[in-house]
């Protein structure tokens, strides 16, 4: 069995408020649609299973960036809008924290009889990929989340996560079906991430004899090998910095967006009456659509689109959230009549972005292009946990003078 990657994050109490988890399950689900339309079921459930996609995802969303919290969040408004849609898409989402999570095997169980799918093996995998990750990998990280993705194929995906309270970090494991060769024999491509002590790990091969006696008392088959996976590590500081990000990536988006103007590119993106703020939301929700794994190495950059709830790198524009909702789920029921123009232009844009790279020089401004998001986030509609983003005190001067 391949697991294709894990991640560690700063562990993250709290509740996403309604207003944001209303608009991520929107996009959230809109995101998944294109995809699969554009490339598949298969590919969707791949992206899911990459640690640095699905960061990339929560902080598009306007998740906060690096915190554990995106696991739950995305997970929770991406079972809200797929299973709503499940017999047009093909793809269920089982499972989920705490509770739910124990119901995993039932909802399986519940969707083979609805649509005839054999879900006995997939129960089993279930039970499986949290059993290796909980018992046989001793780390310190209890699970208290599991989800559990599947097609109509029979493929799946799971993405759970498990918290160690002494040291305030949550671990996120991804599984892939496609790699799938034994439960018993390499579960995974790797285990590896911040020394947390001495651990129990009986899927090290340097387990064999440990394990061969534990075999010859139980009489139950050994588990194997150790590979090298992707792995995530986010860092404690909650506020967006340069390091954190590839500053000639996000430079690009934001020179196509802001300093050539949209009017250069209304022909090639359909898109007219669009302004640059939202632009720049959707070139950043394009790439994390169209791009090439390689692309997803600096997860923070895509708070750039939505911002995050707790205002890092800034407020949630509420506005710009809506509009990017809009133009996607518009794009993409225009495609179903047959009409992909704007869908097509969605895509040119990722396309358009790497293409300014190779050309770009990076410069210093990023504590500036946070500030200005700041400044102008009550425009359009900024908001957090904490309330609505006001204007500064200069532009309310502006507005009395109106």
Known sequence: MSKSGYADMPLHYGRV????????????????????????????????????????????????????????????????????????????????????????????????????????????????????????????????????????????????????TGNRLARRYHWHSPSIQSFT??????????????????????????????????????????KELSHLVMPAHHDVRSKDVDTKRLGTVLALAHEQ???????????????????????????????????FRDPARFSFAHGGKDGHPFP????????TIALLETGIRKAKIGEPERQEALKSLSKTTAALEQHFAPNDRFDDWIAEERRESWKYGGRTVHGKAKPPADAVQQLKLF
């Open 17 to 164: 408020p309604q207003w944001l988890a209303v608009r991520m399950s929107r996009l959230g689900g809109a995101i998944s649609e294109a995809i699969v339309m554009e490339y598949g079921r298969s590919a969707l459930l791949g992206r899911l299973s990459d640690p640095f996609w699905f960061q990339s995802l929560g902080c598009v969303l306007g998740m906060d960036w690096h915190s554990s919290g995106i696991t739950t969040s995305v997970m929770g408004a991406l079972k809200g809008a797929l299973n709503k849609r499940s017999a047009e898409l093909g793809i269920y989402v089982c499972g989920g924290r705490g509770k739910y999570s124990l119901q995993t095997p039932a909802e399986l169980t519940a969707i083979g009889e609805k649509t005839g799918l054999d879900t006995a093996g997939l129960v089993q995998a279930s039970k499986l990929s949290a059993k290796v990750d909980n018992t046989a990998v001793q780390d310190g990280f209890q699970l208290y989340l599991h989800s559990f993705m599947l097609t109509c194929e029979g493929e799946w995906a799971v993405v759970q996560q498990g918290m160690n």
């Open 261 to 295: 103007g949209i009017a250069d590119f209304e022909s090639l993106l359909l898109l007219q009456g669009v302004g640059p703020r939202t632009l720049q939301s959707l070139a950043l929700v394009s790439e994390v659509i169209h791009g090439a794994p390689v692309r």
């Open 185 to 226: 024999e390499a579960p995974h491509e790797g285990i590896y991430g911040l020394n947390q002590g001495t651990i129990l790990n009986l899927t090290d091969k340097e387990a064999a004899d440990a394990k061969a006696a534990m075999v010859a008392f139980v009489q139950e088959p050994p588990e194997k090998a150790l």
């Open 316 to 323: 949630v524009p509420e506005k710009v959230y809506d509009e």
